[in-house]
Nanobody, 118 residues
Framework: VQLQAFGGGLVQSGGSLRLSCAASGSIFSINGMGWYRQSPGKQRELVATITSAGGTHYADSVKGRFTISRDNAKNTVYLQMNSLRPEDTAVYFC?????????????WGQGTLVTVSS
């Protein structure tokens, strides 16, 4: 599975950005996709995920501000980020995963930098 992310950039506090991640390759049986982020000196953290059935999960810090969605026809997942805060500044990584028996296989895209200025 190859993942290509788009949409990062510089935005002022309170602004919006939309990230996109297109999946290609062996996308059959992908169980879910999502976004993680990593700030300097911090561990990578989950932002939002969406399963193949459309179930979503958000980190508490982004609930009510970020929305994850997917376009199955385009094999693309989106992250709409509203009311951005300086603490949302991070490199955002697209993730896809497959669960085969009891093992989860993760696939990662290249990161895209989101910078929120105060």
């Amino acid at each position: 599975v190859q993942l290509q992310a788009f949409g990062g950039g510089l935005v002022q506090s309170g602004g919006s950005l939309r990230l996109s991640c297109a999946a290609s390759g062996s996308i059959f049986s992908i169980n879910g996709m999502g976004w993680y982020r990593q700030s300097p000196g911090k561990q990578r953290e989950l932002v939002a995920t969406i399963t193949s059935a459309g179930g979503t999960h958000y980190a508490d810090s982004v609930k009510g501000r970020f929305t994850i969605s997917r376009d199955n026809a385009k094999n693309t997942v989106y992250l709409q980020m509203n009311s951005l805060r300086p603490e949302d500044t991070a490199v955002y990584f697209c993730n896809a995963f497959k669960v085969i028996t009891t093992t989860r296989f993760n696939f990662w895209g290249q990161g895209t930098l989101v910078t929120v200025s105060s």
